[in-house]
Nanobody, 123 residues
Framework: QVQLVESGGGLVQAGGSLRLSCAAS????????MGWFRQAPGKEREFVVS???????YYAHSVKGRFTISRDNAKNAVYLQMNSLKPEDTAVYYC?????????????????WGQGTQVTVSS
């Protein structure tokens, strides 16, 4: 089993920044890709970004240039730095662990999920 715990969400004004963290436990973290997804009220869960075991990254178009994913294998953690936040970024953000070393944009590829952390961006 893999446990994922997100933290770092909160309320921020448009144009501001937040840094989300995801702490992982339960398996060899460094071998697997990790991803961030988000779900806004009344909408489907959507892909935000993924990072492979070798630190290759893949961003959704809507966040490219504003968000940055990183991982620290020594700490079994993955981070999401979010800059230039917009009200449309408001959502619950979920950390997810992939079944392999390369992560794509589809939620069904990810076997484990955190409980989510709320990000609210006010205009």
């Amino acid at each position: 089993q893999v446990q994922l715990v997100e933290s770092g969400g909160g309320l921020v004004q448009a144009g501001g920044s937040l840094r989300l963290s995801c702490a992982a436990s339960g398996r060899t973290f460094s071998r697997y890709a990790m991803g961030w997804f988000r779900q806004a009220p009344g909408k489907e869960r959507e892909f935000v970004v993924s990072i492979s075991w070798s630190n290759s990254t893949y961003y959704a178009h809507s966040v490219k240039g504003r968000f940055t994913i990183s991982r620290d294998n020594a700490k079994n953690a993955v981070y999401l730095q979010m800059n230039s936040l917009k009200p449309e970024d408001t959502a619950v953000y979920y950390c997810a662990a992939h079944v392999s070393g390369w992560g794509g944009p589809h939620s069904y590829e990810y076997a484990y999920w955190g409980q989510g952390t709320q990000v609210t961006v006010s205009s």
